[in-house]
Every structure is written in structure tokens, then in C-alpha cells.
């Protein structure tokens, strides 16, 4: 079992930036890749991002290539997301998850088996 927890949203203006934290306990964090994906009103859940269990490996969403960073610090049980350049599209809740692969930095939402309870970013134009 994993527990995520989600901080660090809120409201920002538009070309501001944000980061996310994500905490996780309950077991090994470094077994899991890890991902970052969204929620917005109305959609489905989407992919943004993930990186494998040593940070080698990450993936990133065309929307957010350039803008959005991933990283983790293991010895923190920690993995982020830095984002820049916000834009009123990247309003969502923001959902981090767990793999149950270790080297996949996969966009596939059926690779992760667990999620925090999200955090809401506002962007407002």
C-alpha cells in the first residue's frame, strides 16, 4: 500500500508557476515510478507526466513539454512538479500516482495503482 498526498496548488495568474509536491508512505518509495496527471471540469482524467524510480527516465504530455518539470527526491519520498509559463488550459485538479512498475515512466492510467486526492491549480487569465 501506498498513501500520496497531494500540496502546493492554488491559484495563480496567467505565465506564473507553481510547484507541486507529492508525499507518499505506506511502502518502498523508490519500487514505484511515479506520474503526475489532471482532471479538469467536464474531462477526463489526462496524462502529464512521470518518471521512472531512479529519475533517469520521465515522459511528459505534448501540452506541457518545455513548460512542466518532474523530479524526486527518494530519500524524501517525495516527487514534484515544477511548472512554469501557466496557462489558463493547465486548470485542473492535479492528481499524483504510483506505478506498479518501477522502470516505466508510462502515460497509461491503468499502469498506476494508486492516486493521492489531487490538488486543485487554478490559472486565471
Known amino acids: 500500500q501506498v498513501q500520496l498526498v497531494e500540496s502546493g496548488g492554488r491559484l495563480v495568474q496567467a505565465g506564473g508557476s507553481l510547484r507541486l509536491s507529492c508525499a507518499a508512505s505506506g511502502s518502498t518509495f523508490s519500487s514505484h515510478a511515479m506520474g503526475w496527471f489532471r482532471q479538469a471540469p467536464g474531462k477526463e482524467r489526462e496524462f502529464v507526466t512521470a518518471i521512472s524510480w531512479s529519475g533517469d527516465n520521465t515522459n511528459y504530455a505534448d501540452s506541457v513539454k518545455g513548460r512542466f518539470t518532474i523530479s524526486r527526491d527518494n530519500a524524501k519520498n517525495t516527487v514534484y512538479l515544477q511548472m512554469t509559463s501557466l496557462k489558463p488550459e493547465d486548470t485542473a485538479v492535479y492528481y499524483c500516482?504510483?506505478?506498479?512498475?518501477?522502470?516505466?515512466?508510462?502515460?497509461?492510467?491503468?499502469?498506476?495503482?494508486?492516486w493521492g486526492q489531487g490538488t486543485q491549480v487554478t490559472v486565471s487569465s
Open positions: 500516482a504510483a506505478s506498479q512498475y518501477k522502470y516505466s515512466s508510462s502515460s497509461r492510467i491503468s499502469s498506476y495503482t494508486y
